[in-house]
């Protein structure tokens, strides 16, 4: 089809606002990386932080590595990420798969008690009680067992069951398959889409925990990645002397924030093909 010349004009103007949007949201994300790779030298020539520096260092991610715990904050935070999504995607696929089936016995009943989670929450307090009454405190338990299931990825999993067909799996009940192998051969490899975008999203809440730990760990080797960074950006800045070797406060805390950040943008790119396809196929169905 060719395109008339109002066409070729509204195209542009919209790679345009497109490009702008673009540039001003990738703006600050690269501000930080250069801030985290200035040395000392540079802030002293220019007097404050420059866009590009000349010179760039790595004495910050150095530090940050070796001193501050960040390896060991890290740790956990993978630890729990990983655990922590496991978990989540094994009780996510259990529920929603049943309440996906009509015949399922009580199945509105079950539906509308996941919704009442989704409107009303028990509260702070009486949940942190449960945790301890559990004996969950200063455990990386206390970070997962809490979050262990979210009721609106269930819903978007059942949507996403339900729009199987279903004659797929009255021919695997005829050939003698039950319930939870036609749910691991047969819906799981049909899902892979919005399982995906379901992992992501629990990833990312696992990788940016700072609320729960601070709620539940006082124990500062089980500390994950997002309570160091806070610290680190909590600190007062240092007085700027004249001194090659020192690094700014600023530097570190802005390299705090690209560690913090980098393993989820390198992981993002993987599954973004999956993400936008997962979420609409599993919200079309309410």
Not at 169 to 198: H, N, Y
Request: net charge neutral; proline share 5%.
């Amino acid at each position: 089809m060719v395109k008339g010349i109002e066409d070729r004009i509204v195209n542009t103007i919209v790679a345009v606002i497109l490009a702008i949007c673009g540039a001003i949201a990738i703006f600050p994300l690269l501000y930080v990386v250069s801030v985290s790779l200035t040395p000392i030298g540079e802030v002293l020539r220019h007097g404050s932080f420059p866009i590009i520096p000349r010179e760039i260092t790595f004495a910050a991610y150095q530090t940050l590595l070796a001193e501050s715990g960040m390896v060991r904050s890290l740790g956990v935070t993978v630890v729990v990420t990983l655990v922590g999504t496991v978990f989540n995607m094994a009780i996510t696929l259990l529920m929603a798969y049943p309440l996906s089936r009509k015949r399922l016995p009580g199945r509105s009943v079950f539906l509308l008690m996941i919704l009442f989670t989704m409107l009303f929450s028990g509260g702070i307090v009486p949940t942190y009680l449960i945790v301890k009454s559990f004996g969950l405190l200063d455990s990386i338990w206390a970070l997962i067992l809490p979050s262990l299931v979210g009721s609106f990825n269930v819903f978007i999993v059942k949507s996403f069951f339900e729009q199987l067909p279903e004659e797929v799996f009255e021919s695997a009940k005829v050939d003698g398959a039950g319930e939870f192998r036609i749910l691991l051969q047969i819906a799981v490899p049909l899902s892979t889409s919005v399982i995906a975008t379901i992992a992501l999203f629990y990833g990312v809440g696992h990788w940016n925990e700072y609320f729960q730990a601070i709620m539940y760990i006082t124990d500062r080797n089980l500390f994950p990645l997002q309570v160091i960074v806070r610290e680190i950006l909590m600190q007062s800045q240092q007085p700027m002397e004249n001194v090659e070797n020192m690094t700014p406060t600023q530097t570190m805390q802005m390299a705090a924030v690209v560690l913090a950040a980098l393993p989820i943008l390198i992981v993002y790119p993987f599954l973004q093909k999956y993400f936008t396809k997962g979420m609409l196929l599993g919200s079309i169905k309410g």
